[in-house]
């Protein structure tokens, strides 16, 4: 079986659902190698617990947890299986790598996860499951967390960290006007993660302009150093300029396979 890809992907807000922008068309042309894996293993910054928790429902619900939306964002589903027995896959191996870990089949997906699984497996075949994030989880605990889940690609399941490059929402604006200080962020970003400095990215507080503007709290950075942390050396990153939504939102992602070199821009 051939080692399975690796996604960090900028959620954006709710609206990403029903407006694809730029990265939508982005997402749906690397799909393909997603879909060919086994199962989507996504950790979202929206599902915090105490330890790791993988959601293990047969079908898990698609929940909507966010508010002042129009309402037809209300009324979508993503209806991609779960997958139980790959959920105690998953659990064995982070407790094998000395994290406490355990299946919840209770959870849903939260729109971290099925927002942009709709762009990127937009027919909802392949079983999508989810990683929550604990809450004491620091950046040098992300990275570590996807260098443990790596060996799971060479098991066929892909991996994605949820969240967005810049997530500034006091700063949140309704005018296209986009600030200057988040696209520095982000391309600074670009810079590290193409040139695999997944040292600099960890101390991204000490080293990126402007980082405690862009994030000032981290949770939505995490899943780029958990999506980072995952990738081998033999991995081209590809960035997905995803470009600039609400002023604030960085839409930038990146993804991490063997062949991406031949992804589109």
């Given amino acids: 079986m ?26 749906a042309a690397v799909g393909p190698r997603f879909s060919a894996a086994r199962a989507v293993l996504v950790v979202s910054p929206h599902w915090r617990s105490a330890g790791f928790e993988i959601t293990a429902a047969p079908a898990p619900a698609t929940i909507h947890d966010f508010g002042g939306f ?40 939260d729109h971290g996860a099925w927002v942009p699984m709709r762009h990127l497996l937009p027919e909802a075949s392949t079983p999508v499951l989810q990683l929550s994030m604990p809450h004491a989880l620091d950046p040098a605990g992300a990275h570590a967390l996807g260098r443990a889940l790596a060996p799971l690609r060479g098991a066929g399941i892909a991996l994605v960290g949820s969240g967005s490059l810049t997530h500034n929402l006091f700063e949140f604006r309704r005018t296209p006007a986009d600030a200057g200080y988040a696209q520095a962020f982000a391309d600074w970003a670009r810079e590290a993660v193409l040139s695999r400095d997944d040292a600099a990215l960890v101390d991204y507080l000490a080293r990126a302009p402007h980082a405690r503007r862009a994030h000032p709290t981290d949770e939505h950075y995490l899943p780029l150093l958990v999506a980072a942390g995952a990738a081998r050396p033999d991995d081209v990153p590809t960035h997905l300029e995803g470009g600039m939504t609400h002023g604030v939102l960085s839409m930038d992602s990146y993804l991490w396979d063997a062949t991406a070199a031949d992804t589109p821009r």
């Fill in 70 to 109: 129009p309402d037809a964002l209300y009324r979508l589903s993503y209806d991609a299986p779960g997958a139980p027995d790959i959920a105690d896959e998953v659990a064995v191996h982070l407790r094998a790598a000395g994290l406490e870990a355990r299946p919840n089949p209770r959870q849903g997906r």
């Fill in 2 to 27: 051939s080692r399975a890809p690796v996604l960090f992907v900028s959620h954006g807000s709710p609206m990403f659902a029903v407006e694809p922008g730029r990265l939508g068309p982005l997402l």
